[in-house]
């Protein structure tokens, strides 16, 4: 069974700029997490899905904002990036997170310029 | 707000010596308990976790954690590591049914040969 996969690995953008990432979760489950990953701050939740319907989200500006498609795909758009988005954006995914382990990707790394 | 505190930033075994990793949350309602590790150039994953139940939770690769509600404890453990235990280990707790993980700043383990 093919893992949780998230594209691209690696994103370079400068201040000012949009980037979208992607999320593949693993095939049947249909709740996606993302999280952010950085050194001063550490693992900080975003927000989560299921079914298309964002059921909780963490403490981040408007500018970070998501959706999930039909297909279980998810994906998170950061707008107008500032140099303090540079990080490891991680998506986990599970059957149903009221029961279910998470299972995490590999993670993009975003760099802000 | 829910957080959780980890004791302990950075620690150095030697082979075959006992591990024990704090954790302590602040939330008083019903929670979920999560340990993940993260082994280096590897994603995170699962180590084991607790929903309801038996609160002594056994694990992958031996190691296991026990939930002490009275102290919103939930502590690791592993009475003899290994070199190959040498990774960045998680605690993490999210309300039940709130969908939103919450991790500690997590703990860095380095066994010594």
């Known amino acids: 069974k093919a893992g949780v996969t998230q594209t691209p690995r690696y994103l370079i953008k400068t201040r000012g700029q949009q980037v979208t990432l992607s999320c593949s979760p693993i095939?049947?489950?249909?709740?996606v997490s993302w999280y952010q990953q950085t050194p001063g701050q550490g693992l900080q939740f975003l927000f989560e899905?299921?079914?298309?319907?964002?059921?909780n989200k963490g403490n981040f500006p408007g500018r970070f904002s998501g959706r999930q498609f039909s297909n279980s795909r998810s994906e998170m758009n950061v707008s107008t990036l500032e140099l303090g988005d540079s990080a490891l954006y991680l998506c986990?995914?599970?059957?149903?997170?009221?029961?279910?382990?998470?299972?995490f990707g590999p993670g993009t790394r975003l760099t802000v310029l | 707000a829910q957080s959780v505190s980890q004791h302990n930033h950075h620690v150095i075994l030697s082979e075959a010596a006992s591990l024990e990793l704090g954790c302590n949350y602040s939330?008083?309602?019903?929670?979920?308990l999560f340990w993940y590790v993260q082994y280096p150039g590897q994603h995170l994953q699962l180590l084991l976790k607790y929903f309801s139940g038996d609160p002594l939770v056994k694990g992958i690769k031996g190691f296991e954690a026990e939930f002490i509600k009275s102290k919103f404890s939930f502590n690791l453990r592993k009475p003899s590591v290994q070199w190959s235990d040498t990774a960045e280990y998680f605690c993490a707790v999210e309300r039940t049914g709130g969908f939103k993980t919450i991790f500690g700043a997590g703990t860095r383990l380095f066994v010594k040969a």
């Open positions: 095939s049947g489950h249909r709740s």
């Open positions: 899905y299921f079914s298309e319907t964002q059921r």
């Open positions: 939330y008083g309602g019903t929670v979920n």
């Open positions: 986990a995914s599970s059957i149903d997170r009221a029961t279910d382990t998470q299972y």
